[in-house]
């Protein structure tokens, strides 16, 4: 039994608590802490009761509260974004690794099994991707310490540097923005990714959508593979011939595809919950902040042009 330390009761942390409540023997919530005051998460951390520890608070206290879990030796969950700057990142990743303890960013969207089916689909086809687009929307939620940028686009990068593997580093950025809230953040951003390699990366992402979205789109040369969390079938392989912009074959170009297979289970969650028990019991290597340390970077840079 895997027991943990919960540091934050909000509307994620709640979340939280209802998944690991359903994945009793294994995992066992022990302890809950809140941010403030300072003295309450900090003996959550420091308890010998906690083996490993979640940090679901606002992102300002994240790189603070994550630097303490390593302090102590805990292994630790932490939501994103870690840090908002590529110094912090790497200075934790650093640690982390010194340490030798498992720290896994939750970046939700990668344990979704529609994109694992989606990824696995990609890598059976033998054909290099060309492009990736994601789309990220919502009315909300809007956080004041936290804009857009940093809020959503973590995941919509999260994903593209998974998808380009050992190719994802050394992207060069270009963003806009729009509606920007009282402290001058873009509400609704565009951002593109340019990778050596030719591969490109668009993204959309925004609070201000009625309608909520989430898409994610890979193009090879020969097949669109597209998912889509709203929709009946949320996995689908569309062939057609990317370099001729044509249908394979005759006829016009197609639009519903082939649906791809997606298992039901687990939730998203729960897998991300389980892949780090895995961790923690040394049945997988640690996840590392490798990955941050580069999306942070990538951020950071978008978030200079778009204050520029």
């Given at each position: 039994?895997l027991r943990?330390g919960?540091?934050?009761?909000?509307r994620?942390g709640?979340?939280?608590?209802r998944?690991i409540?359903?994945m009793?023997?294994r995992?066992?919530?022990?302890?809950?802490?809140?941010?403030?005051?300072?003295n309450?998460?900090k003996?959550?951390?420091a308890?010998p009761?906690?083996d490993?520890?979640?940090i679901?608070?606002?992102a300002?206290?994240h790189?603070?509260?994550?630097?303490?879990?390593?302090e102590?030796?805990?292994?630790?969950?932490v939501?994103?974004?870690?840090?908002?700057?590529?110094a912090?990142a790497s200075?934790?990743?650093e640690?982390?690794?010194?340490?030798?303890?498992?720290?896994?960013?939750?970046?939700?969207?990668?344990?979704?099994?529609a994109?694992q089916?989606?990824?696995?689909?990609?890598?059976?086809?033998?054909?290099?991707?060309r492009?990736?687009l994601?789309?990220?929307?919502?009315?909300?939620?809007?956080r004041a310490d936290?804009?857009?940028?940093?809020?959503?686009?973590?995941?919509?990068?999260?994903?593209?540097?998974?998808?380009m593997g050992g190719?994802g580093?050394g992207?060069?950025?270009?963003?806009?923005?729009?509606?920007?809230?009282a402290?001058?953040?873009?509400?609704?951003?565009a951002l593109?990714?340019?990778?050596?390699?030719?591969v490109?990366?668009?993204?959309?992402?925004?609070?201000l959508?009625?309608?909520?979205?989430?898409?994610?789109s890979?193009i090879t040369?020969?097949a669109?593979?597209?998912f889509?969390?709203q929709?009946a079938?949320?996995?689908r392989r569309?062939?057609f011939?990317?370099?001729?912009?044509?249908?394979?074959?005759s006829g016009?170009?197609p639009?519903?595809?082939?649906p791809?297979?997606v298992?039901e289970k687990?939730?998203p969650?729960e897998?991300?919950?389980a892949?780090?028990?895995?961790?923690v019991e040394?049945k997988?290597?640690p996840?590392g902040?490798g990955?941050?340390?580069?999306l942070?970077?990538?951020l950071?840079?978008c978030?200079?042009?778009?204050?520029s």
């Open positions: 039994m943990l919960l540091i934050g009761a909000g994620w709640k979340v939280y608590i998944t409540e359903g009793a023997p995992l066992k919530l022990v302890r809950v802490a809140v941010s403030r005051p300072e309450s998460w003996e959550l951390v308890s009761e906690c490993a520890v979640i679901a608070t606002p300002p206290l790189a603070q509260m994550l630097r303490a879990c390593l102590a030796g805990k292994p630790c969950i939501e994103k974004p870690v840090c908002f700057d590529t912090t200075a934790l990743k640690q982390a690794d010194k340490a030798r303890l498992p720290v896994l960013v939750n970046y939700i969207h990668l344990y979704n099994p994109y089916a989606l990824k696995k689909a990609v890598a059976a086809s033998g054909k290099p991707i492009g990736i994601t789309e990220g929307m919502d009315f909300g939620p809007f936290t804009g857009t940028l940093w809020d959503r686009c973590p995941h919509d990068v999260a994903l593209m540097l998974d998808l190719a580093a992207a060069e950025v270009s963003a806009a923005g729009a509606f920007p809230d402290e001058g953040r873009p509400e609704m951003v593109r990714l340019r990778w050596k390699n030719g490109t990366g668009w993204i959309q992402a925004g609070r959508s009625p309608q909520k979205k989430r898409t994610l890979v040369d020969t669109l593979y597209h889509d969390q929709a079938v949320k996995c569309i062939p011939d990317f370099p001729g912009r044509t249908a394979l074959g016009p170009l639009k519903e595809g082939e791809i297979p298992p687990p939730a969650m897998a991300m919950l892949a780090f028990a895995d961790q040394k997988a290597p996840a902040l990955l941050t340390v580069e942070t970077r990538l950071e840079e978030d200079k042009v778009l204050r």
